[in-house]
């Protein structure tokens, strides 16, 4: 039995990547989930924007956000509050 994901969707690969679900997010990955995949959190002093690799970085996750950077996560974004 077959399971269907949204591989367009950037949900199950947030997900997968706070939960640290190695093999689900390479699987993802190498199924053609977009690495630069983001949701952005609107409050209402502040406007945040988070990668896939911002969500594994934040939770721990480093052997994720190394296979991110090896699928072509961008730090840039990480960063980006830091940079003028």
Avoid: W
Avoid at 32 to 54: C, M, P, R, W
């Amino acid at each position: 039995m077959a399971t269907d994901i949204e591989l367009d969707a950037d949900i199950p690969l947030m997900e997968t990547a706070a939960e640290g679900y190695l093999d689900l997010i390479q699987y993802l990955l190498e199924s053609g989930a977009d690495v630069h995949a983001h949701n952005q959190i609107l409050e209402e002093k502040s406007q945040e924007s988070y990668t896939v690799f911002t969500i594994a970085y934040k939770n721990r996750h480093l052997a994720i956000a190394s296979l991110l950077l090896q699928f072509g996560a961008d730090l840039r974004h990480l960063f980006s509050t830091y940079v003028h």
